[in-house]
Each structure stands twice: as structure tokens, then as C-alpha cells.
């Protein structure tokens, strides 16, 4: 392997851009003075209804639940009448708490729980990794919660450390979100102040706006590329 | 890859003529201009955006080394490994010794423009390592050996038909030209490489200094599974693309998509901040990130052209553009196209060789206008006219000749006086007599006005100019 001199041409590319900046700026247009918006922006509705008005817009599936049986209902419904057997769940707190996977038993559905704590070493752990992502690979819905959800845009932010929602929201045919109503922020500013403390933010955030799609042969939208074909978004207002 | 930025004139011809590409540009082009102009029209102080953002970008690239050793101290910090690149040889051979040292054969890759620029795939395949482009649009001019011709839109230069045929061929499917079909096939061909690559190489959109964050946008979703599942992540950013805060995504992400293809946000957002903080978390164990310079701290040491660095990767000044909408990208002989092609190429590959680039432009200003970073490319486009001309101010480099300089001359001294103005016209009106065809000047027979009328029509001379037929209807009106 030949030795990479990585901290000369650092030195090399400072020592240029330091030489570069003695110059200053010739500026063409000055500008003209602008206004930062100082508070999130506003709804004429209440964030729950533009968030699923935006939701659905986007062309993804949306139910409101008044109750934990009501939406381990809506998705064991949704499960049967598709004829899925195949069914993934993240160790997620909002998924646990709609008890889904004791009521998928009961239809006889034994679902894939996405979850790396508690392996005895690490041995263990990439041999559960392996297997769990070789069904992901597999899987026809995955079943996540989400860190928060954006109403002006009707985004799924996917990324609290150990909850298991990345490749579990990304593998599956069908990717289905549970996110509870307290759980929703104004817009994106809201939601970057929310996950960054103090400079500190987590290792993999990913913002979900609708289902995978492309445009790339003619500019004629297609759904479902690489990431999942559709997205449901169950949110529980309780 | 070839580069032929020297024969644009040529390339524009063939572009053209070709009625094919000339249907297709049109569609794309009008359907990008069309989706961002209803995007923008959701927020009410768009151009406050554009305004904020500049500033914002500004402040970044005079105080680059600052923002850069804060976003690289940050990025080490969260556990990623980086990388410095003084030109595409150095990256290409840095990207190649990380995969085999790791031994790896196989790379997923998802869109970058950077990697294309440094010509990636290429050293790859020297180097006996597999690429698979994973974007749809990449993955389509992969097979079919090209390159992009669009920044968003990298395969909008073909048909369904072209595709369906290349699928055929290519990968030896029946032919089917419906679109969700063969996106389908992409789908399932692409996972198996997602499965088993131990390398997912990526591109940045933005790097935020506050953090250490990469900023990934796409919609596919490909960009998500080559960050995800391969074992190793290799990012290659430009040193040009950091922003100071993390909250500074907000403003930059209300701007990008809206500019590029005329979305409130991508499908899908990534920002990824260095390596996995647990053995439990989901995601690659490595990760490298690979700044590159590769002529931007020349562009940047041009107190002009510097605001070209602002630049997002949008695109939305090729489709705005009325030169791009005729020639498409493949013309402009490089990576970069259109208006920010023109300024970028000459810049990235050599004066000498992409001089002909910075008049491939009417000035007409529609970049400026939709550029969401408002860099103000007529002006650095005629800059750089000048800088390629050079004192003599002729495009060959050599001194212009005597009647290039009389008929300057002439010219300047007829527009400054109106006496000499109208007989000149009136002259123009006679002259033209012996050139004109059906209302317009096919070719003018002599050098240099040959070389403007070779690619273009000029409109002949109005029988009566404005004044005097102004002068006419006023002693008409006087007589009723």
C-alpha cells in the first residue's frame, strides 16, 4: 500500500487558500438588507392537520388514531389485507407502546424485531446484524417510530440512537411510521434546533418526505426506486 | 473521460440537428422550470432566501481555512477519517489504496458530481475495483459508457426507448419501454450490489462546520443503502461545499430542492456526523471523508471569480438557460454544464481549452435570476471574457486584426452620432437587398460577420426605422 501523504497536501491546500484570501473579495452586487425569519412559520390549521394534509399530498397513506388499540388495529388490517407475512418491527418506544407485535401472534405473523441490544459479545452481534438485515432485505413492511415529524413539509425524522429505524424505514417494500401528535414540530428550523445539542447531533438523522422516487428516464415521476414503493404514516393523537 | 470543450461550436452544431435530443430538451427543461417556479411561489420571502444564503456563502468562502479546519476538527472528532486532495489524481489514488488495503472488489456509488470530476469510476476499473453507479439517471449512462448531461437529471438526453433498448441489450431483459418496468429492474439489480458491496462511496451536498455533519440529498433512496450497508462509507466533497451552522441545513435545504426540482424537500435527507458512536448502531463501521481541492483554491484566489464557489449544484440555471435548452449538457465537453459550466469548466480544465465556454452565453441574465445563491454569472461570465482575451480582446488569443479593430472603431463612431447613425441604416437597408431571404439574414458572405451567421439568423433591417415612421404617422394624425 503506498503511504497516502494526506497531512502534506493539507498544508499544501491551507497554505494556497490562506494566500488566496490576502486578496479580498472583488463583490459585483453588494446585496440588499434581508430579514431572518424569527418564529416558526405559521399554519392556518393546527399542526396535526397540515401535517397529514401534506403527508397525503405527497402521495403517502395517512391515518389519524384516537387510541393504541385504534392503530394496532388500522395496521393489523392494513398487514391481513394485503396478505403480508413478512412483517418487520424497530424496538422503537412508539411501536412497543401500540402492543403490534403481540397482536400480529394472534393473525399468526411472527414479526422481525430490529433490535442489537443485549448480545452476550461481539460475535454474537455481527451474526444477529447479518441475519437481521438479510430479512430486512426481505421483509415486504417495516415498522418504525420516528425522533419527531415536520408539519410544513410533512417529513419523517428518523434518527434517536438505539431505536433501531434506519435500515428497518429503508430495506422493506412498504415502510410504515407511528409517531405520536406531541411528537410534531412547526417546520425545519424547529426541528435542527431540536436535534442539535450544543453542536452534538446524532451519528445517522435521515429526513423521510414521502416514498422513494425518481424522474430520471423522461422526467415521468416513478415511485419506489431503492427505498421503499410506499409509505404509511400512522399518527396517534391521544 | 474525453473532454471537448474545444469543439463546442461543433458540439452545439450536432446538438441541434438533432431532433431527437431537441424534443427531449425542450420537455425537461420546461418541466424543471415549471416545477420550480410553483415551488418558489410557497414561500413569501424567497428573496430574502436568495439574499441570506449568498451572504451566508460569502461569509464561508472568504473565511474558508477558518470554517474548514473547524468542520474537518469536528468530523475527526465524531470518528471519521479525513482526507486532502490537492488535485483528482491525488483523490482517485487515495479512494483506490483505502479499498484495497481494505480488500474490497466491489463499490456502490450514488450520485456525485465530484467523483465524476475526478473522474472516479475510471481509476476504479484500473485499479481492478468494481463502480456501480446506483442513481437510476447514473446508472442508465454507466451502461451505456457516457456521462451525465445534467446535473439532476444525468441520462435527460434519452428516450424510453433508448433506455428500454439499452436494458435489452445491456442486461439481456425482454424489451419494455414502460417506464415503472424498467425502474423495476434497476431496483432488483441494483439491491443484490447494495447486499454484498463492501464500499458505498457518496458525494456531499453540504458540510456543516458547527457539527462535522455531511449533508446528503436525494430521492431515490440509493444514497441511504450506500451509506448504510456497506461496511465502509468514502464521502468525496469539494473544500467549497462547508456552511457554518448546523441550522444553516434549514435555509440551504428550503433552497435546493425547490431550486432543482421544484420539491419542498427531497424524498430523502441524510446527514450523516462520523462513525457509529456504539458496536450496537445500524450503519458502515468506517468512515472516510475525502476533501478536494482540485482548482478551487484557484478560483478562489480570483477576487471575481470566487463567488463561483458559491455554487449549490442545482442546476437550475441550466434550465433556465436558452443556450442549455438548445445544446443540452454534452455539448459544454465537460462534467459542469450550462450557465455554471461555462464559468466553472474553463476554470477547473484550463483557459486554453475551455475558452470557447464563457460565449456560450446571450447574457441574458435568466441564471442570474433563478440562481437560488445568487452568484451573478453574466458578469463573471464576461470577466472571464476578458481574462480570456486578454488586452486584445479576441477570442483566439492572437492580436486582433486591423479591419477587427477599424470595424470597432467605425461602429463606435456611428453609434455615437445619429447623422452618421441614419445613413448607415439607410445604407444597411440597400446593402441588404443583396443577402436577404424571406425576412432574415441566412449568411453574410464576409469574415468576421460570416462566423456570427454560420449557427444563427439574423432578422433583416425594417424597410422603415422607428423614428421615421414615428414621423410619418405624426404628420398623417396632423392631417385629419
Known amino acids: ?238 | 473521460m474525453r473532454i471537448t470543450t474545444e469543439t463546442f461550436d461543433e458540439n452545439a452544431r450536432g446538438a441541434l440537428l438533432n431532433r431527437p435530443l431537441q424534443a427531449a430538451l425542450r420537455h425537461a427543461t420546461h418541466k424543471f422550470v415549471d416545477n420550480r417556479r410553483y415551488a418558489i411561489t410557497e414561500l413569501d420571502d424567497w428573496e430574502d432566501r436568495r439574499q441570506r444564503s449568498n451572504a451566508i456563502k460569502r461569509e464561508t468562502i472568504e473565511h474558508l481555512d477558518r470554517y474548514l479546519e473547524e468542520f474537518t476538527t469536528n468530523v475527526e472528532k465524531a470518528g471519521g477519517v479525513v482526507h486532502w486532495a490537492i488535485d483528482s489524481a491525488e483523490a482517485c489514488r487515495i479512494v483506490v489504496d483505502l479499498i484495497q488495503s481494505k480488500g474490497e472488489k466491489l463499490v456502490v456509488k450514488s450520485k456525485s458530481m465530484a467523483t465524476e470530476e475526478i473522474n472516479l469510476n475510471h481509476a476504479l476499473e484500473a485499479a481492478g475495483i468494481t463502480p456501480v453507479e446506483t442513481d437510476l439517471g447514473e446508472w442508465i449512462i454507466q451502461l451505456a459508457h457516457e456521462t451525465p448531461s445534467h446535473i439532476i437529471a444525468p441520462a435527460i438526453h434519452k428516450s424510453r426507448a433508448d433506455v428500454a433498448r439499452l436494458f435489452t441489450d445491456v442486461l439481456g431483459i425482454e424489451y419494455t419501454d414502460d417506464i415503472p418496468k424498467l425502474t423495476a429492474v434497476a431496483r432488483e439489480r441494483l439491491r443484490e450490489r447494495f447486499a454484498t458491496a463492501g464500499v458505498g462511496v457518496s458525494g456531499v451536498n453540504f458540510g456543516v462546520a458547527e457539527t462535522g455533519t455531511i449533508c446528503i440529498v436525494e430521492n431515490e433512496g440509493n444514497a441511504r443503502m450506500s451509506t448504510s450497508l456497506p461496511r465502509i462509507h468514502i464521502a468525496v466533497m469539494g473544500i467549497e461545499k462547508v456552511i457554518p451552522k448546523f441550522t444553516d441545513l434549514a435555509l440551504f435545504l428550503s433552497l435546493l430542492p425547490r431550486s432543482a426540482t421544484g420539491q419542498k424537500l427531497s424524498s430523502y435527507t441524510s446527514f450523516l456526523t462520523g462513525t457509529k458512536r456504539t458496536a450496537e448502531a445500524e450503519g458502515p463501521d468506517e468512515y472516510h471523508l475525502v476533501m478536494l481541492d482540485n482548482g478551487r483554491t484557484k478560483i478562489l484566489a480570483d477576487p471575481i471569480q470566487r463567488s463561483s464557489l458559491f455554487c449549490i449544484r442545482c442546476g437550475a440555471c441550466l434550465n433556465a438557460c436558452p443556450v442549455y435548452q438548445r445544446v443540452g449538457g454534452h455539448a459544454y465537453g465537460w462534467v459542469y454544464s450550462g450557465p455554471i459550466g461555462a464559468l466553472l469548466t474553463p476554470q477547473f480544465i484550463g483557459m486554453d481549452r475551455g475558452k470557447q465556454l464563457p460565449y456560450a452565453s446571450s447574457l441574458c441574465g435568466a441564471c442570474k435570476d433563478v440562481c437560488p445563491v445568487k452568484i451573478n454569472i453574466p458578469e463573471l461570465l464576461l470577466d472571464l471574457r476578458s481574462k480570456i482575451g486578454g488586452e486584445s480582446g479576441s477570442l483566439n488569443g492572437k492580436r486582433p486584426r486591423l479591419a477587427e479593430q477599424l470595424s470597432k472603431k467605425a461602429f463606435a463612431f456611428i453609434m455615437a452620432r445619429p447623422g452618421a447613425y441614419n445613413l448607415a441604416a439607410k445604407l444597411g437597408r440597400i446593402l441588404q437587398l443583396t443577402i436577404a431571404k424571406n425576412g432574415k439574414i441566412a449568411d453574410v458572405p464576409i469574415a468576421p460577420l460570416s462566423n456570427w451567421t454560420k449557427n444563427r439568423d439574423f432578422p433583416t433591417l425594417a424597410p422603415q426605422s422607428f423614428r421615421e415612421r414615428w414621423k410619418r404617422e405624426q404628420e398623417n394624425s396632423g392631417k385629419e
Open chain 1, 1 to 238: 500500500m503506498t503511504v497516502v501523504k494526506s497531512g502534506q497536501s493539507k498544508a499544501t491546500i491551507f497554505a494556497t487558500i490562506k494566500k488566496a484570501l490576502q486578496t479580498p473579495s472583488h463583490v459585483i452586487d453588494p446585496g440588499r438588507p434581508y430579514k431572518v425569519p424569527s418564529a416558526p412559520r405559521q399554519f392556518a390549521a393546527d399542526l396535526s392537520t397540515r401535517f397529514v394534509d401534506e403527508v397525503t399530498r405527497l402521495g403517502a397513506g395517512c391515518f389519524v388514531a384516537r387510541s393504541n388499540d385504534e392503530a394496532k388495529g388500522y395496521v393489523v388490517d392494513l398487514i391481513r389485507k394485503r396478505g403480508i407475512s413478512r412483517v418487520a418491527l424497530s424496538n422503537s418506544p412508539v411501536v412497543n407502546q401500540t402492543g403490534l407485535s403481540s397482536a400480529l401472534s394472534s393473525i399468526s405473523i411472527r414479526p422481525l424485531i430490529v433490535d442489537f441490544d443485549g448480545c452476550r459479545d461481539e460475535n454474537e452481534l455481527s451474526v444477529r446484524k447479518r441475519n437481521i438485515r438479510e430479512s430486512l432485505l426481505q421483509t415486504e413492511i417495516g415498522i418504525t417510530g420516528v425522533t419527531y415529524g415536520i408539519a410544513d413539509t410533512g417529513t419523517l425524522v428518523i434518527g434517536g440512537d438505539n431505536e433501531y429505524n434506519r435500515l428497518a424505514s429503508l430495506l422493506p417494500v412498504i415502510h410504515l411510521a407511528i409517531l405520536r401528535s406531541d411528537q410534531l414540530l412547526p417546520d425545519l428550523p424547529t426541528a435542527l434546533e431540536g436535534l442539535n445539542r450544543d453542536g452534538h447531533v446524532n451519528q445517522a438523522i435521515t429526513l423521510i418526505t414521502g416514498p422513494s422516487r425518481t424522474a430520471d428516464i423522461e422526467l415521468t415521476l416513478t415511485i419506489g426506486v431503492h427505498g421503499p414503493k410506499e409509505l404509511q404514516v400512522v399518527l396517534l393523537q391521544i
